[in-house]
């Protein structure tokens, strides 16, 4: 089976920069996805990593080491409106087609 | 608007009943999927179709009956609701299995 484990819980300051662990056990990895979720609404897609490294887009940063079976969410200029829960998620399965969801890390940005 | 719907956006009804959620998605994706996520926040997969054939379907009681009746459209119907069925129900499209997904924006199951 699939496990992920990341932080419940992180709380930062506007404008800090934060960084969300996650860690995963899997039979058949294909890539880490990373999904925001503001409370009450549905989850978008942030970023993908299939290949170790960082991948960049804007504020928003995603690394991932194969070997070490982690990856990691980092933002940048923490804003107001980046309070939301993070969930890392990986592809899994025949053909990479099973997307399973970790528990999720509520972030609570403060002035 | 380009998007993933579903209808209804909250359902609430007695233990015992049958019940359907509706989705569709005009993106021109292949691949729809059925995701619940519980109080805590956890998102379990149920059921994955690619071109309206099954391609996932998790160990999710028999109650639970995906239909495509083509690729813009998966239902989800359940019978004999129960209080565990609570949860928020969230269809999903991606261009094929392993793209990004695009979420609905949920149908909140509330079973009394």
């Known amino acids: 089976g699939q496990s992920l484990e990341q932080p419940s819980e992180v709380t930062a300051v506007e404008g800090a920069i934060v960084q969300i662990n996650c860690t995963y056990q899997?039979?058949?990895?294909?890539?880490l996805s990373w999904y925001q979720q503001h409370d009450g609404g549905a989850p978008t897609f942030l970023s993908y990593n299939a290949l170790d490294g960082l991948e960049e887009t804007g504020r928003f940063s995603s690394f991932l080491s194969r070997s070490d079976s982690y990856g990691y969410l980092l933002l940048q200029e923490l804003q107001m409106k980046d309070s939301a829960s993070y969930f890392c998620?990986?592809?899994?399965?025949?053909?990479?087609?099973?997307?399973?969801f970790g528990t999720g890390t509520q972030l609570k940005v403060e002035l | 608007d380009t998007a993933v719907s579903q209808t209804p956006k909250y359902l609430v009804t007695q233990m015992g009943n049958d019940k359907s959620i509706k989705c569709e998605q005009n993106l021109g994706h292949d691949t729809m999927y059925w995701y619940k996520q519980d109080s805590k926040k956890f998102l379990k997969i149920m059921f994955s179709y690619n071109n309206k054939e099954l391609i996932i379907n998790e160990t999710v009681p028999n109650r639970f009956s995906p239909k495509s009746p083509d690729k813009a459209h998966l239902n989800l119907h359940i019978n004999s609701l129960e209080l565990g069925d609570s949860a928020v129900y969230f269809c999903?499209?991606?261009?094929?299995?392993?793209?990004?997904?695009?979420f609905g924006n949920g149908t909140r199951l509330t079973v009394t």
């Open positions: 999903a499209s991606s261009q094929d299995p392993g793209s990004p997904l695009h």
């Open positions: 998620a990986v592809y899994s399965g025949g053909g990479g087609n099973k997307l399973t």
């Open positions: 899997t039979s058949g990895f294909y890539g």
